[in-house]
């Protein structure tokens, strides 16, 4: 039996469709916490290679929360043998409910050894997921680093996170460069950045620092301050600047030395401490990541309070690299050294993974540029070579270099830049001429 639309009747129909479609699912609904653990994420607060922390959020109602953990192995008998280790809980008052997040650091591993783990309150569980410590030598090393996220991250950010993982999906550890979020109050955000890598982030150890979004808006006559839901969901080395705990720190992986900096504040102080953590660094490579670049790739964004503070330090201890974020566009330099951008033994990266989009502000200390364009850094250190990629939301290659590790003497860096033009703007079309 056919049935045959009038006009009138389909129009009928549409108008009913209107009148009965649904509205979003509120933020309180959506972001709910249950006595099911949810915001899962893997971190380091100690040694890679000996040392595990994980971190979630349940309902208030879970006041006892716990982990387990085994050595994996290829079939299910795993489970008998996993020992418990008890939580820490602390509260947290958010714009949309009250939560208890809870935090476990496992020690005692053995490096280079893969083990799964759960974590909930005894009767609810997450699914055992899996991560693998480190090695306590040198060793190859493969990481990504990810500018800022910030906006439409559950929509439009997600996308390229499942990318960069499809790309390297045994990446050592993922560095976030500052603004994961925009609004550093508004819990929905940080649900939506939870949301958005899923799995990834119980699985691969994340390492963020504090951009300037992760600081509340500024109360007159009272100072900024870190967003209170920073300390809870992740947990983060203390060995940095005491007033500054799990923002400002630093680790050792396999013959690399990460320094994390909070270029948001006491940037003086900063400095003093990373000369003195530099002057005293056995490892081979040394990587730094903050928020705020020393050269801007956007106009009118130059912090050259930071710069000045930094750059020496970078420039006296010969860093091989530093990544960043903030000016919502890309720019990477080639080997550069002292305030104005000059030759120098550093390279450079300013990057953006989320889209938000700024001008970019074209500088001869850029080597490759990039301007509306989503990117996801992979880097690979083997010995005395560091390769570089920058790869674009749909997995593209954009950008590429390679340092090489020369004794006595500055790395050498080779370009790698793909044959391919660079992604930018069109010109703003001139102003039409008025009538005489």
Not at 75 to 88: H, L
Not at 117 to 138: C, H, I, M
């Amino acid at each position: 039996m056919r049935i045959r639309l009038t006009l009138g009747s389909a129009f009928l129909l549409l108008v009913l469709f209107a009148a009965t479609k649904t509205n979003p699912m509120p933020d309180a609904e959506r972001h709910r916490p249950t006595a099911m653990p949810d915001r899962v994420v893997l971190t380091w607060a100690g040694d890679p290679a000996t040392t595990q922390a994980v971190t979630w959020r349940t309902s208030a109602t879970v006041d006892s929360a716990v982990a387990e953990i085994a050595i994996d192995e290829d079939g299910p008998a795993f489970v008998k043998k996993a020992r418990s280790i008890a939580a820490v809980t602390g509260k947290l008052k958010s714009d949309l409910s009250e939560a208890h997040y809870h935090s476990v650091q496992f020690t005692g591993l053995t490096p280079g050894t893969q083990y799964v783990y759960r974590v909930g309150d005894g009767a609810n569980w997450s699914e055992w997921n899996q991560f693998r410590t480190t090695l306590d030598k040198p060793a190859p090393l493969t990481f990504l680093y990810l500018g800022d996220a910030q906006n439409d991250i559950w929509s439009l950010w997600s996308r390229l996170a499942r990318t960069a993982w499809a790309d390297v999906p045994k990446a050592d550890f993922v560095i976030h460069a500052g603004d994961l979020v925009n609004r550093s109050t508004k819990d929905a955000e940080w649900g939506e950045w939870h949301q958005a890598a899923g799995w990834i982030n119980r699985s691969r150890v994340s390492m963020p620092v504090p951009g300037n979004h992760e600081y509340n808006a500024p109360v007159a006559g009272a100072p900024r301050e870190l967003t209170a839901h920073w300390r809870p969901q992740f947990t983060l080395p203390q060995n940095g600047i005491a007033d500054l705990p799990e923002s400002c720190f630093w680790y050792d992986v396999q013959g690399v030395r990460f320094v994390m900096l909070n270029s948001n504040t006491r940037q003086a102080e900063q400095a003093a401490w990373l000369d003195s953590l530099l002057s005293k660094n056995p490892q081979r490579w040394t990587v730094l990541t903050f928020h705020h670049p020393v050269f801007s790739a956007a106009a009118n964004r130059d912090s050259k309070e930071w710069r000045e503070a930094i750059q020496p330090v970078i420039d006296k201890h010969s860093v091989d690299l530093v990544l960043t974020g903030h000016d919502h566009t890309y720019a990477r330099s080639n080997l550069t050294s002292g305030l104005s951008g000059q030759s120098g033994k550093t390279v450079y990266v300013v990057s953006v993974s989320g889209p938000k989009m700024y001008n970019l502000d074209r500088e001869p200390w850029m080597a490759r540029a990039a301007e509306d364009t989503q990117l996801y850094q992979v880097i690979r250190i083997d010995g005395d070579r560091l390769r570089y990629e920058s790869r674009t939301a749909r997995g593209l290659l954009y950008d590429a270099f390679e340092l090489k590790k020369r004794k006595g003497k500055a790395n050498e860096l080779v370009n790698r830049i793909p044959p391919t033009p660079e992604n930018r703007r069109s010109p703003a079309p001139p102003a039409a001429k008025k009538a005489a």
